[in-house]
């Protein structure tokens, strides 16, 4: 974490843009929701950082931390492909993108002996998945 | 009685014993889950961090086929999937403009008057009431369980509306009508990690020793949970904790069972361990059964 919470906020309001957009602070947070929960002056920092993390994906920045990015792309994408999460697709999806093939694997394959994964991904209304997410896209784009 | 349940793509995959051990407790309680028909995704954490509206507009859609089939109330035990779906209700219901656009977005009409339940409120105002359907019939004299609710039950409160946002006490109240011995404790609502177990892994033990020591500080041989996140980074990080000298008490000396809180409950009702996926855990649940009589 390169910039607390606190420093977000007050670069928010001094509008330095750079600086929170690039900051891995903003991709490093869990939303585990306690700094919205507790800030005295009802500042909703998740939100915040949500609202950071959107702005530069939309604005093309290279993510400080990106792994975490390719995370939620190989969520998204699996989300797309099959309507629910297939978690070993999008787990290998993941290790791809980020080249880090044997991080975890005996934990991976403990897993696999206890019969965690589900082999075969499920497939639920796929094509209506698809079309909430082109429908969102155009949303966006017409207010932009 | 009949609800909506959501299990979640986690409840069907890497936490399939908490719908297994959910389920279980249900027809021992004479409650009849219906699961939502044709369920997709509610986006979890990757849909908000990419777009408000289709993290809205996902959740929404599983709310609108809980309309279609009739229900009031959908039951939904994942803390993450409970935390979106209480979030698109809440962001429709504080953002005049925000029902119609999603409207337009699933294509159907959507008039957001489903409520969102954890099965620890259900379970909690049933036994509050005095409705809960069963006794429990074994007896766990050596359980001494701290309960975890993690981060997404309880906040933000606003949104949520589950129980106290700092000291939640339904878990306990719930374990204790079953005869399980709950322990006050710090780490109650602190945080896991979540997702970051698959990208930054070293995040996640960093956390998960903290709650595992001061469960045992606390003097607790179980850890309760109810979010099969919580559930994942808890149980499998155990053994990476051990590769990195352990807690001091010599080699090996992470070995807490993680059970979630139907699986306690299900023990306690007379179920059989196999039937609430006890065998599936990385951390060995053996003694848990020790315990009981």
């Keep these: 974490m390169d910039l607390t919470p606190t420093q977000v906020i007050h670069a928010v309001r001094l509008g330095l843009r750079d600086l929170v957009l690039d900051s891995k602070t903003i991709w490093i947070c869990a939303s585990c929701e306690t700094c919205t929960t507790r800030c005295p002056q009802e500042v909703d920092i998740a939100r915040v950082m949500d609202a950071a993390r959107i702005l530069a994906r939309r604005e093309g920045r290279r993510p400080r931390i990106p792994e975490v990015a390719a995370f939620h792309r190989s969520v998204l994408e699996s989300l797309r492909m099959f309507g629910?999460?297939?978690?070993?697709?999008?787990?290998?999806?993941?290790?791809?993108?980020?080249?880090?093939?044997?991080?975890?694997?005996?934990?991976?394959?403990?897993?696999?002996k206890k019969g965690k994964f589900r082999f075969i991904p499920a497939f639920a209304n796929v094509l209506a998945t698809n079309r909430i997410f082109r429908r969102v896209k155009k949303a966006e784009r017409a207010r932009t | 009685m009949r609800f909506a349940y959501y299990p979640g793509c986690s409840l069907h995959s890497t936490g399939r014993e908490y719908d297994a051990s959910f389920r279980e407790v249900c027809a021992r309680l004479g409650l009849e889950p219906d699961e939502v028909e044709g369920w997709t995704c509610c986006g979890a954490s990757s849909a908000h961090a990419t777009s408000r509206l289709l993290s809205v507009a996902l959740a929404a859609d599983n709310l609108a086929r809980v309309e279609t089939a009739g229900h009031k109330d959908v039951v939904v035990p994942c803390a993450s999937c409970f935390s979106r779906f209480k979030d698109a209700t809440h962001e429709i219901e504080s953002d005049p403009g925000m029902k119609a656009e999603i409207g337009g977005i699933l294509g159907r009409p959507f008039s957001n008057s489903v409520?969102?339940?954890?099965?620890?409120?259900?379970?909690?105002?049933?036994?509050?009431?005095?409705?809960?359907?069963?006794?429990?019939?074994?007896?766990?004299?050596?359980?001494?369980?701290?309960c975890y609710y993690g981060c997404l039950l309880t906040r933000p409160p606003k949104v949520t509306q589950f129980d106290d946002c700092e000291y939640p006490m339904s878990m306990d109240r719930l374990l204790g009508r079953f005869g399980v011995r709950t322990l006050d404790w710090s780490y109650k609502t602190d945080c896991c990690g979540a997702g970051f177990g698959l990208t930054r892994p070293a995040i996640v033990c960093k956390l998960v020793k903290k709650i595992l020591d001061n469960a045992s500080a606390a003097g607790a041989n179980v850890v309760a949970v109810a979010c099969p996140l919580c559930h994942a980074n808890l149980d499998s990080r155990q053994a990476d904790l051990n590769r990195a000298g352990g807690n001091g008490a010599g080699p090996g000396a992470y070995k807490m069972p993680v059970l979630y809180f139907t699986q306690l409950i299900g023990l306690a009702l007379g179920a059989a361990p196999e039937s609430l996926g006890l065998g599936s855990h990385l951390v060995e649940t053996a003694p848990v059964l020790g315990m009981m009589r």
């Design chain 1, 84 to 112: 629910r999460l297939y978690e070993l697709g999008a787990i290998g999806a993941l290790k791809l993108r980020t080249m880090r093939l044997t991080e975890d694997l005996d934990l991976g394959l403990r897993m696999f």
């Design chain 2, 115 to 146: 409520k969102t339940i954890h099965p620890l409120e259900l379970l909690d105002k049933m036994g509050e009431e005095g409705r809960l359907g069963a006794a429990p019939v074994k007896e766990m004299p050596g359980v001494r369980a701290v």
